[in-house]
Nanobody, 118 residues
Framework: QVQLVESGGGLVQPGGSLRLSCAAS????????MSWYRQAPGKERELVAT????????NYADSVKGRFTISRDNAKNTVYLQMNSLKPEDTAVYYC???????????WGQGTQVTVSS
């Protein structure tokens, strides 16, 4: 059974930091590209960051470049999102997604809430 379980969300003040984790099971994690998305109330889900399956190449949405860092630990089947210098506009539900680069299979986590507020 495939599972993606996010954790690490919460309430943080502007300028603060959070580290999100997404633990994967039920598929060969190292073969999958991993991504973080977010969805704010009333807005469409948007891509935040992606990391490739083998090389670890990553890219980011312009809105988070220089503040967020995506990483993965294939030994632990986990992907992380380190979020620094958080802003109120970063408030959203954050989701992790696994996608196979050739097979087309895609899996989503259930999401974790991040709220940036004073």
């Amino acid at each position: 059974q495939v599972q993606l379980v996010e954790s690490g969300g919460g309430l943080v003040q502007p300028g603060g930091s959070l580290r999100l984790s997404c633990a994967a099971s039920g598929f060969t994690f190292s073969n999958y590209r991993m991504s973080w998305y977010r969805q704010a109330p009333g807005k469409e889900r948007e891509l935040v960051a992606t990391i490739s399956s083998i090389s670890g190449y990553s890219n980011y949405a312009d809105s988070v470049k220089g503040r967020f860092t995506i990483s993965r630990d294939n030994a632990k089947n986990t992907v992380y999102l380190q979020m620094n210098s958080l802003k109120p506009e970063d408030t959203a539900v954050y989701y992790c997604k696994a996608s196979h680069p050739t097979l087309g299979s895609t899996y989503w986590g259930q999401g974790t809430q991040v709220t940036v507020s004073s």
